[in-house]
Every structure is written in C-alpha cells, then in structure tokens.
C-alpha cells in the first residue's frame, strides 16, 4: 500500500513540473536563456577587443574627418575625453555642431571645435586646410575617417566618381596640404580608416573614374578602399624618418549608416544586427592607431581587430601605389615644389625590400 502511495506522489510530482502549461513554460524559458547566452557570447567576439590604455593626450591636436557619426563620432569623443584639441572635420556643419555639443558634454573638454570640409570637393579641402592652418601651429593625428559606400553613381563637384572622390582624392589633397605641418609637429600621425572591402577592389588604371562601368560596391567602394591602402603605405615610405607614421584599418562590420544609400543592401541590416560590432567597438583599432605610443615608430601597416594583418599583393604593389600617387596628384592639381626629392624617394622606396 505504501510502496503504491509513494509512486502514485512521483506521478503527481512528475505531472506537476513537466507536463502541461508549466513544461511548456520552462522548455521555452530554457531555450530562451540558452539562445540568450550564445548570443552575448557571439556579441561579445563580434565586438572585439577594447583599446584599454589608459593614456590621455592632452592638448594634442587632432583631427578627425566625417565624425558627425558613426565609427568617426566615436573616435573624436574618446580622443575628446582624452583630452585632446579637437577639430571635427564635417560635410554639415549643423550635424557637426549637434554631434560636437554632445561630445563636449559627455566628456566636458572645451576643446572641440566644429569645421566645414567637403571632401566631395577640392575647394572645400583647400579652405578647411587653409584655416585650420591659419588657427594651429601644430597637428599631432588626422584621421582620415569619411567615408560613403555603394552610391549609386554620381560625380563630385571637381567631376569624380564620388567614392573615388570622397574616400580617397579627398583625403588624399588634404594630407598632402597638412603633411608639413604634421612633420613640424612629429612624432605625429595619419590614420587612414580603409576597409576589408579592398580584397575586391583592383585599381582600374584605364577607368578609374568607372565611366565605362560602374559597380558600386565591389567596383568603386573596393577600389576607393584599396586605394586608401596603397596611398598609407606610400605615404609611409615617403614619410621614413621623419618621426611621422601612417597606417591603416578595417574596423569590422559596424552598426552605422554606410548603407544608407543602398536600399538593397538595408534588408541585410537586421541579419547584420546579429553579428556587427557597435560603433563603439568598431571605433576602436582607429584608437588603437591613433593613441598607443608605439605606432610613434610603426608605420605602413593594415591592422583590424588591433592586429596587423598581411595584405593581399595588389595591396602591396609598390608600381600601383607609385602610379595611383601620380595620378591623385594630377587629378587634384596638387604642385609639387619639391619635385626632384619626391623622385629620389621613390627610387629609395623601390629598393626597400616589403616586410609583408
Ligand atoms: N561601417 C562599416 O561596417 C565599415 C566597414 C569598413 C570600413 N568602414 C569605413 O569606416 C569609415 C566610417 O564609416 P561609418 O561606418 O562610420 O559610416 P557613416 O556612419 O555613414 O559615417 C560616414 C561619415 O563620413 C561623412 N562623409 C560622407 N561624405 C562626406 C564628404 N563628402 N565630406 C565629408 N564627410 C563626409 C559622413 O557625413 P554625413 O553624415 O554628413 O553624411 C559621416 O560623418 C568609412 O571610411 C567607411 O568606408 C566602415
């Protein structure tokens, strides 16, 4: 009889926790917590690692280009917080301001100033170089941040392809208008955002405009990006010893409005929730670059993830990299007064043998 009881209480016990309304409940409760859990474990190797140095730059200057938001708007406000003299340098001026009085109240550093520069534009690079020359004696790290990605095709005011234009001629005029200027101020810095996209990318040497064709991302936004590539690691080769570095990055897929000009890309947006870094941590090899004492010595390098990566060979074709500097200089009409040294550079940097 009591053998019978015992075994009858199990059943009810059993009938209580795992059957019906209740087994239902906690077998999606489960579920859910386990789902849950592989999702902040993937998130959180998606993120990546965090630049934790604690090193502050006080009134060094820097400027940070397209950083009304985006991974650009995350950089300035931790290179804010760290005290540096900030110039945010914006296509609109009242996204800029907007995104500059938030960053000066969540840091509280005075410091940051809002400038106009369209990289869409020659005359706007010029006039942003020539004022901020004007303003400051020194320039410690640029950024050349800004970027677009898959527009459809449209040129800049000077007649580019506009991701040629904005991602790479853009940048490329405004360095070239700052570099004595960071010289004077060395050790100093260029940090150029690029993108994984330049695995794609080959430099279209009979159509680099892409008039006779136009794909927009795997065309021009991987050309544009593997120019930015090639332009950092000459520069770096041009910029031996002179105590200032370049270097380059793919922050990872983040969360920003790249994909703003691309409809049939923005399906991909929620999927890409899942498994994309905020702009936070895809801030964060920028800052990398931008702040860790030792890129005072390191130069030419592709890094993401905080690690530098090797580059694939037409990221590393010395002959492209001359050609592409030569043409950027023609189609931005930049003068060289210095046009014998810039040779003799060159010649050296044809016989420096490729760490990569
Ligand atoms: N997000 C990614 O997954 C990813 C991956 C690889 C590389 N990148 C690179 O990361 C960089 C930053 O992109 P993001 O993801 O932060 O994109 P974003 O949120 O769209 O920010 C781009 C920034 O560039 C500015 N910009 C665009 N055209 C400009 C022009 N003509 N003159 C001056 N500024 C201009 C934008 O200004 P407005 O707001 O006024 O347009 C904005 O501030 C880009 O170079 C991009 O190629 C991003």
Not at 150 to 155: D, I, S, V
Not at 283 to 307: C, I, R, V, W
Request: aromatic content about 10%; overall charge positive.
């Amino acid at each position: 009889m009591d053998d019978f009881n015992v075994a009858d209480d199990r059943d009810q016990v059993k009938r209580l926790c795992f059957e019906g309304a209740w087994a239902w409940f906690l077998e999606i409760c489960f579920w859910c917590c386990v789902i849950a859990f592989v999702m902040y474990l993937l998130r959180r190797v998606f993120e990546g690692p965090f630049y934790r140095r604690a090193n502050r730059i006080d009134g060094k200057v820097v400027i940070v280009t397209g950083c009304n938001t985006g991974i650009g708007k995350e950089t300035a406000l931790e290179l804010a917080r760290r005290g540096a003299r900030l110039y945010m340098a914006c296509r609109d001026a009242a996204r800029c301001e907007a995104a500059r009085l938030e960053i000066i109240e969540r840091t509280q550093n005075p410091n940051v100033f809002n400038r106009t520069l369209d990289l869409a534009s020659l005359a706007s690079v010029r006039q942003f170089a020539e004022r901020f020359l004007a303003e400051e004696d020194r320039l410690d790290i640029l950024i050349n941040n800004a970027g677009v990605m898959a527009t459809p095709r449209k040129l800049t005011v000077d007649g580019f392809e506009q991701q040629l234009g904005i991602n790479h001629l853009g940048h490329f005029l405004l360095t070239n208008l700052l570099l004595d200027r960071l010289k004077k101020s060395a050790p100093s810095r260029i940090v150029v955002v690029s993108s994984a996209a330049y695995m794609f990318g080959r430099i279209n040497k009979n159509d680099l405009n892409s008039e006779k064709k136009y794909w927009p991302f795997f065309g021009a936004y991987a050309q544009s990006k593997l120019a930015n590539i090639l332009f950092t690691r000459k520069l770096a080769e041009l910029l031996k010893d002179t105590n200032v570095t370049a270097n380059c990055l793919h922050p990872g897929i983040v969360r920003t409005e790249l994909m703003r000009y691309n409809n049939c890309l923005c399906f991909l947006k929620t999927i890409f929730h899942l498994i994309t870094r905020s702009p936070k941590a895809g801030a964060q090899t920028t800052l990398y670059l931008a702040l860790d004492p030792k890129f005072d010595a390191l130069s030419g390098g592709y890094y993401e993830y905080m690690l530098r990566l090797p580059l694939l060979p037409w990221a590393r074709n010395k002959q492209m990299a001359n050609w592409l500097w030569e043409e950027s200089e023609k189609m931005v009409g930049l003068k060289h007064n210095d046009d014998e040294s810039k040779l003799t550079n060159i010649t050296t940097v044809q016989v420096i043998k490729d760490e990569q």
